[in-house]
Every structure is written in C-alpha cells, then in structure tokens.
C-alpha cells in the first residue's frame, strides 16, 4: 500500500520538461487518468471485500441453526414408524391461527397467555418480528424421512439431492413451520407448526426450546388449535 502511494506520488510530482504546449496537455491528462486509476486500485485495496450475491442471499435467509430445531420438531412430535415422506410447506407461515386474518402482534399472542404467561418478552418479541413476512425454507432437513415440498398446493420436483421417486407413498405428514424466534441472550427459542393430516384433521402448535450448553432442548409444547372429524364426517375446530 505505501509503495502503491510513493509510486503515485513520483508520477504526480514529474513535470513534462522539454514539451509543447500541446504535447504537455495530452501527458497531463494521461497523467491524471493514471491517477485516477492507481487512486481506485488503492482504495480497493483498502476496503473490506463486497459480500458475493450467494452469500448475501444466504444472509436474509433462514438460519441454518433453525433447521435443527425443525428437525427436532418432526422427530418427536411427527415422526412414527408407518411414515414414508413428509410433505413440508415451502413458505413459512406469519400466522398461528388457519383463519386468522390479522397481522401476528405481541398483544396476540400475550392475550392467549401460552405456557402459562411464562415466555420471556424478548422471544414473544423477536418471534412476531421473525413472522412479519413468509420466507422460503430450503433442503436443509435431516430428520431421516424423506420429504418433498409444497408451493401453491401442489408437490414440487424432487430435491436432486433427496433422489425422491416421483410417486407418493399413501403414508405422510403435511407440515407447515414459521420462522423461529430467539432471547436476546440466545439460550431460548419459539416456533409455530401445523400439521394437516391426510384424513382432514390437524393441529397447530407452539413449540419452546431451552439452550443447555451447545445443546437445544425441547422443553414445552403449547396447542393453539385443533381440528378434529366428527361421526357425521363433519369437522370440529
């Protein structure tokens, strides 16, 4: 960098001796489109390197830390032996109710008093601020089924790195996730699923998690809602 500088110094500070009047214009203004040029090149040097567009996309994302604790969340609430592949909702959801039309507030959510009015502030906060607006979801999940998405209510291609048969195994899971809300500490996190099984019944959930250690803990499960068939193959919210 110094050397860079003490170059363009030298070529700054030379006049143009024994030249017309003409040939003097030409070399200044070579000499000043010099300059401007090693002046970019230095500054370039100088400042810090421009993120690429992967990486800034990445950035905006879903953090990669959330996939684990939606991967807990299938394990433990979802997963049974009979299934074969769960179908994942490709946008996250910015609500927690299916009929719900309203923009998701803390006031919402503290009204419901969920896990007995003992979520800390800070993480009611950060989830609904998470939740403001859907995000894509990604194939980042390994919680070992396989799985295809769902855009606009139809089946995606398979992920080329699934290598998912094109046919459908009568046995699934259909799940939607929202995005997931952190403590300012980061040692608790909150996240929304609804399940919507093949038979029309369903249920919404609210899910808490407990940071101990380097590990994540899932502690508590609140229902918001559930959707259950009747006998006359009616259905009850």
Known sequence: MVARLSMLHRLLSMSPWNLTVSKACRYAAGMTKLATVLVAACLACMLPGRVSAGEGDSAAGIPAEDYGL????????????QTK?????????????????EPMTE???????YFMGQLPTDLVRD?????????????????????????AGSIEDPEVALALPVQVPPVLDRLAFSRVGRTLRNDQALLYVENLRPDG???????WFHRRAHTWILVDTEVVWT????QDGAEDP
């Open 85 to 101: 592949l769960v179908l994942l909702e490709r946008a996250t959801v910015s609500r927690i109710f299916p009929d719900q039309t």
């Open 107 to 113: 006031e919402l959510l503290q009204a419901q008093n």
């Open 201 to 207: 019944t369903g249920a919404g959930l609210l899910v």
């Open 227 to 230: 959707l259950r068939e009747r």
């Open 70 to 81: 939606y991967d807990q969340v299938v394990e433990q609430k979802f997963l049974t032996s």
């Open 127 to 151: 989830f609904v601020m998470a939740n403001r607006t859907a995000s894509r979801l990604d194939a980042r999940f390994q919680f070992g089924v396989r799985y295809r998405f769902l855009s």
